[in-house]
């Protein structure tokens, strides 16, 4: 789980990102960022219905999405604000290739 801090948890927040971020994008992720001028990077999550009609799948993409993007919370590269979405492709990924693509943006930024 990421602490408090680390979370983009306001409404404000993402429309802040949604509205002046820039995005990056592949076959199975879109990825929108935006400097935060803070010393801390802070992540959000959206995976909606469209992706899957069940809870349980929603909830496991989200887990593997903190889990992977967990390394970035104190990295280097500080101050941006990152919301992360999955594409309906992605929920037949395993895990490896499911972290190969979410790190192939990442490492665009």
Known sequence: MFSKINRLRSDQDFKRVFRNGRTLENQFFRIKFLMNYKNINRFGFIVSNKI?????????????????????????????????????????????DFSNNIWDLIDKL
């Open 52 to 96: 899957s009609k069940k809870a349980t799948v929603r909830n496991n993409i989200k887990r593997r999405l903190r889990l992977i993007c967990r390394p970035l919370t104190i990295s280097k590269d500080n101050g941006f604000d990152v919301v992360v979405w999955p594409k309906t492709s992605s929920i037949k990924l395993k895990y490896i």
